[in-house]
């Protein structure tokens, strides 16, 4: 068959194959209770796509070819597996496309969905379209807004004044997780801490829980330790420290070393902290208040750089030290920050590294109360507490003990994790489902809409351009905006900000489970029986947002009964990024993008997912090179070729028959590669899988230039191991093969582990103990045989020198002892 004519040939099959599975429903997900649901279940999840402007990445068919392999894998072997696709539509990304392309984004998100869709669905993905959603259907955002309501009733959302990360040249606030180095993650523009009234999620209080649940789930180490970091527990405690002139104040400090108590020689209050200015002696009012000013222009990170020099003012201030009622100096450091434990440090300048350079720089006495290599308090005794030579850990326990009976102390943990900015002021969100109340008695009251009012759908607008003032566009939509308070009647104003990009998808793998439920978000029956996610596959830059967001929600929505289970991904395997030729990350600024389209169009689907399988360990970075992909090009018309080519001078050679007809060399090599696809598939090893099958199919080559036999059987079994890989030319050499329905649920081979085992082994014999020969030695012979085999090999006649031996021990598989 010529190359050309291969080409035409995949064009046809690939989509005859793809509408066909359509029709028939090949890959629909059994919902509990129906025919098909009593088989055991297995949800396999992509990460879903928002749908940019620019269409499918190549590095999309990576994660997504895995899964499918799975999937199908899955199905193949009996399982009732859910595989769901859909669009993450909402956010900043999808608004950004907008706006540079000055086209609504309602109009260009149907429109890159629409591609999207056409792009997946030509790669043959094997998911149930049926349960398709999109974030930005009311009919999806409905259930989005009634979750919100849920966190809300339950305490866990609410408005507060806080410093916000503001990006002006995006027009809006970002979460901590989309600031990098002080930038937007998207864009790389500055990012400022301004104060704002915002919706928060009360994540915080569900931080110990996130931490420890980490040890039930098959995830990445480095992702789960990102999130340990993220959360940043800490064990320590909270000291009280009066102030002298204003005896009625304590500043709380927390820290995580209370053993070094002794060493404290100055007080540090971040620039924010709201007793500043009240505490500060009237000489140092100025110097203090422009001090305060000056780092309102540094940002988090340029504050607490271990490199920059570090700053402060003194307040003129004394506090009380708890143990001792020495005077220790309060200062205005900026290294500390307000929202990290109570905003106030205990400086101990001989165990702490800035404290150290601070003191230095201000001239604060430096006293060491620890012996490092010992472990033990030194410099530590005073009157009231005799502390010297207790370990830490008991110096710990003394301390605490002591202020806790003075209360001006206790044991405190506290956690980096901040509480989840959830609004963003911005046109391309879901509407937040509250109203505020402008008038009458109730004048500021919040309420929320009951759920016959949601979706509260977002207005249609023609101006969604960020405002600049950090009001959302939806400030501007009179009519959507000016309402009445249900309760009142008095007049009242919706929410103007929307919710955040990753408030969907925060919830989206539930809806995935009950997607056309129109009475609730999902039914408990559907969660009990596809919960939780077996296997979710996708990109590790979302360790802190989304994969911690949606863990977050599973256990509000646990604890409000909605689920059975409080973790959402059993496994988690991140993709590596495909990069350019050149080795370097595919971008468009580069020129080395590769279209996923031109690829399908010239080599086929099954082409492409084999390709992308084969570059290397799914984990892996890897770089793309086209002209690669002819190897597995060659490899499926390798395998066509066998089942088609010359047929009628290899009938006699291809014929329907069973697998005993065969040669032991052909269906070792089979159930070896049975053995193997199988395993690699299950420990998502496809490249090796692909190396096996190859084997295989080489095999099955020389077997007919020799004119030796190779059974229908034997076709049929590496049709099926082909399937989950290369599912178009699979199902055509099914049904070619005699089969009238398609092989997407099976069945999949099962190995015959006795074909496998090797048939020859190596002998050793020894002569009077001593090794004096080993040979190759068939399986099947009888311990007579490899008797007299032995015996007659001239390497050990040279020792017999005719003898009859005295003994002869057989080791089975192993050793013949011949004693003389
Ligand atoms: C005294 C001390 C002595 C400290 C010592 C450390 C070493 P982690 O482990 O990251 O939680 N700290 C507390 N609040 C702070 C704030 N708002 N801004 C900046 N620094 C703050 O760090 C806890 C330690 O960081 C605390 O323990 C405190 O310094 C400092 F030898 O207290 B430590």
Known sequence: MSEFSFKNFVKNI???WQDHWDKKECFKAF??????SEKPKYYCLDMFPYPSGDGLHIGHPLGYTATDIVSRFKRMNGFNVLHPMGWDAFGLPAEQHAIKKGVHPAITTKKNIETFKRQLKSLGFSYDWSREISTIEPSYYKWTQFLFKKLY???LAYQAEVAVNWCAALGTVLANDEVIDGKSERGGHPVVRVPMKQWILKITAYAERLLADLDKVDWPESTKEHQRNWIGKSVGARVSYKVKSHPDKFIEVFTTRVDTLMGVSFIALAPEHPWVSEITSAQNKNSVLSYVKESQSKNELQRTDLNKDKSGVFTGAYAVHPVTQKEIPIWVADYVLMNYGTGAVMGVPAHDERDHEFAEKMSLPILQVIDEEKGVLINSNSDSLKLDNLSISKGVETIVGFLESHKLGQKHTTYKLRDWLFARQRYWGEPIPVLHVVDGPQKGAVRLLSDDELPLELPAVEKYEPTGT????????????????PITGFAARRETNTMPGSAASSWYFLRYMDSTNNNEPWSKESEKYWGPVDLYVGGSEHAVGHLLYSRFWQKVFFDLGLVSRDEPFQKLVHQGMILGEDGEKMSKSRGNVINPDAIVSEYGADSLRLYEMFLGPLE???????????GVYRFIQKFWRI?????????????KSSESDCSPELLKVLHKTIDQV?????????????SAMMILVNELQTHLNEKQFVPHDVLEKTALLLAPFAPHVSEEAWSLLGHSESLSRGPWPVADKSKIQEDSFNLAIQVNGKLRASVPCSKNLSEAEVKKMALELEAIQKWTEGKEPKKVIYVKGKLLSIVL
């Open 14 to 16: 690939e989509p005859k």
């Open 31 to 36: 919902q509990p209770g129906q025919p098909g």
């Open 153 to 155: 009733e339950k305490g």
């Open 470 to 485: 950090g009001e959302s566009p939806l400030a501007g939509v009179k009519n959507w905006l000016e309402t009445k308070d």
């Open 620 to 630: 892996k970075a890897k770089p793309w090179q086209t002209k690669n992909i002819e």
């Open 643 to 655: 089942l088609t080519q010359d047929s009628e001078a290899l009938a006699p050679y291809v014929k």
């Open 678 to 690: 199988t395993a690699d598939i299950e420990g998502l090893r496809f490249n090796t899988a692909i």
